[in-house]
């Protein structure tokens, strides 16, 4: 007997043309309410640690997204979104890593490691076909598992072409892909069948639409097929990720495929439409007709189409607490729970070496930048710090605006104070170019050419010296160097003479006059003059190692700065502040992102371990931006040595963002998934947890790193305090501390118990599982 999450599929969908009949079905909470401690909300204690292993031999795990194996589809959807809701707005693209892979992508792809290890040969990913990718990162091989093959082999009989293979990634992962164009002869009947079932009509011209619907049918059809070639009832679960994929979902269930389904949105389609606009998002969230505003942005039939997978799958869930609250705004229905984003920390990991890459990477960022400022170069790079903001570029969602604003006031502070620390702030955010700034690569050409000619006096002054010495005799000092040496360097010294300002942007923008970082720049006056001690490089470009401007790959990049900026107003989860984290680099983020939330939840002093909170939630615009400039005042005011414990801690805390922890949560869903999909078989009690109180990291006990904490322990800064040892501060006690606050990770939490005991921290959350 099968429990069924709405009468019948059709009913689930037809609602799409009654926006008041679907509202009045749904009470919303305001959304500025504080968020109210559940299952949906991350606890490490939240859920319980089950005592025995859950038996998985009888079932297969099926996880569909588009961008499995697939790198690219997400660019062209968010170009949508921009064209249709801020047609002023340069290119966008959705990054991570600031390299062309989309945050989706990185979570299927890191997650796959821990899921294979879990789940064995019964873990398969489904994807499209796209032979570019499939080239350098899938190998093509038949399929291991009978029933898969019979499978495969029956629908390719049937004019499909499916392929099987692994995916060249850590964890190798089996990958079904797709061959959705080879079946684009299909397209209109089923669009005609998804009107009768659902009364959703696709335009011809959306081609992410069309292809939703092809790869929808076609993973229905895998997943029907793969049930029918069991030879025992099978146990399958089906995770979907996105409305690209969401189709197959709603159609598993109109099907009465035996299937438990999972859907998870990593942000909702309409809430990256609204916030594209500049709208008031999060104070008008109850108040949006969400029929409407989809109709206006002509995404209704996308957004018919991602509301019914989250209706219709057994298991709805999304990546962080505050997406969770836009969720139930705008899809009508509460996510079962949260399943934040982690990474493979194992990648990042340097063990102790950390502090020596980022040496060796800030050497790197001060030759560019002794080159950028050739002839203006009237600053310590000792006392330079480096500041960044990196992401797809949305000037307002990515909190740029609000970043430029308060380094606008922080260069006043620097100044007023008379401070000698110079700070550069980067802007990687990719935009439309047509080539790099002659200036800046001059710029580069010059330090070079200084470079040079410095070794070749070098050279020339060595063999002098040897030779004086060879003869046994000290050297004359007015002799080592003679009139062409002096030559030499004058030719170099009146080559670094310049007679502008250093570039602010290294590239040629083409639409200069309209671009949105550049307008507030000449708003703001920070034009690297050198009364300046704000200075500010715009790089609208992927950084690559092989770029002749800034050679580096962004993780060194990242590796080689002093913090990372990223205030932004709307993310949903946020993977650049969490790579800061496990990289050892202290972050600003908000208390709108998911990463934000997540940490100001499990860290009791988050900004003691580098993780500044700033409140966009509860705090108007320019509050924000003074709590920003304040946090990066007190950042400048760090001693050397206080950035050093600083960093260690952070560098801490990755534990925290492994999937060795965080992917409980997935497993969890899928648990909970099984137990409502079969009923008869999977077994589960849901308790409502009985204390707010949470696992948290506590706050250090030896000295805070910022001198903002006036406690008696807080170091004075001074120049001597590098060299002072007297300061109580054990980095080893305090490491081992933090690794016994901090739980180690469970191997299989997945178990087979019909009630489980509270857990070492008390509390009572539990999902308890039998299996009859």
Sequence with gaps: MRTAVCTSSREACRWFHGAAAASSLWTLQPPCMPLARSLSVTSLSGLEEWDEEFDLEDAVLFEIAWEVANKGKFFSVLNHILSLSRPLCAYAWHVCCVCEVGGIYTVIQTKARLTSEEWGENYFLVGPYVESNVRTQVELIEPTNPTLKRTIDKMNSSGCKVYFGRWLIEGSPYVVLIDVGFTAWSLDTWKSELWDLCDIGVPWFDREANDAVL???????????YAAQCEEPPHI???FHEWLAGLGLVLCRHRQLPVATIFTTHATLLGRYLCAGNVDFYNKLSEFNVDKEAGDRQIYHRYCLERAAAHCAHVFTTVSQITAIEAEHLLKRKPDIVTPNGLNVKKFSAVHEFQN?????????????RGHFYGHLDFNLDKCLFLFIAGRYEFSN?????????????????????SDVTVIAFFIMPARTNNFNVETLKGQAVRKQLWDTAQTVKERFGRKLYESLLVGQLPDISKMLDKEDFTIMKRAIFATQRQCQPPVCTHNMLEDSSDPILNCVRRIGLFNSSADRVKIIFHPEFLSSTSPL????????????????FPSYYEPWGYTPAECTVMGIPSISTNLSGFGCFMEEHIADPSAYGIYILDRRFRGVDESCNQLTSFLFQFCKQSRRQRIIQRNRTERLSELLDWRYLGRYYISARHMALAKAFPDTYMYELQEPTSTSGFRY????????SPALSRHSSPHHSEAEDNDEDERYDEDLEAEKDRINIRQPYSLPFKNKSSAAPGANGNSNSITSEKN
Excluded at 398 to 418: P, W
Excluded at 698 to 705: E, I, L, N, T
């Design 698 to 705: 506590p706050r250090p006990a030896s000295v805070p790193p």
């Design 398 to 418: 990515k909190g740029a605006d609000i970043f430029l604003e308060a380094l606008a006031r922080l260069n006043y502070l620097l100044r007023v104070n008379h």
């Design 215 to 225: 790869f929808g049918f076609l993973t229905a059809w895998l997943l029907g097929e």
């Design 550 to 565: 800034l050679p580096m790959d962004y993780e060194e990049f990242v590796r080689g700065c002093h913090l990372g900026v």
């Design 357 to 369: 890459l980022h040496a060796q990477s800030k050497n790197r960022i001060q030759e560019f930048v």
């Design 237 to 239: 679960v089906a995770h």
